[in-house]
């Protein structure tokens, strides 16, 4: 395309180097996304009822979990932690284990015979590529 004859050049400094430091900005948005890690708990069943198993399932842990603590309450209290996987070979009981949870390399938390007791909120602290990461989920007996 060209310009009239007498109008100005259209083409200026600014607009030549618009697109390389527009690919670059855009580039550089992209880069914290690409080493974040999404993390959310899904209750298995959602409506757990009594002596059920319940599994806390952690979505997107799998692979990218150096280390996971669960938590009875919304609190990290030691007095409140049930487990914490470290690797595949350890794992350290807390003070709040009731000795009928386990806890799973992809940072899910099973607890076998559900009681009016596991009412309540829980805390996950899952560390992955260097950040911590808190979360939160509640469960209640059906009834």
Do not use: K
Request: glycine letters at 12%.
């Amino acid at each position: 395309m060209g310009h009239l004859p007498g109008a100005p050049h259209a083409h200026t400094w600014a607009s030549s180097w618009t697109g390389p430091i527009l690919a670059v900005c855009v580039l550089f948005s992209c880069l914290p996304l690409a080493g974040a890690v999404d993390f959310g708990v899904a209750v298995v069943p959602p409506h757990p009822t009594m002596g059920q198993m319940v599994t806390l399932l952690v979505g997107g842990a799998r692979g990218v979990a150096q280390s996971c603590t669960w938590y009875r309450r919304s609190s990290t209290s030691e007095t409140d932690q049930i487990l914490t996987f470290t690797s595949p070979d350890t794992q350290s009981q807390g003070p709040a284990s009731t000795g009928r949870e386990t806890l799973g390399g992809d940072c899910y938390l099973r607890i076998v015979g559900f009681t009016p007791q596991d009412n309540g909120s829980f805390t996950l602290i899952i560390r992955a590529r260097g950040r911590s990461q808190a979360l939160f989920v509640r469960l209640q007996l059906a009834g």
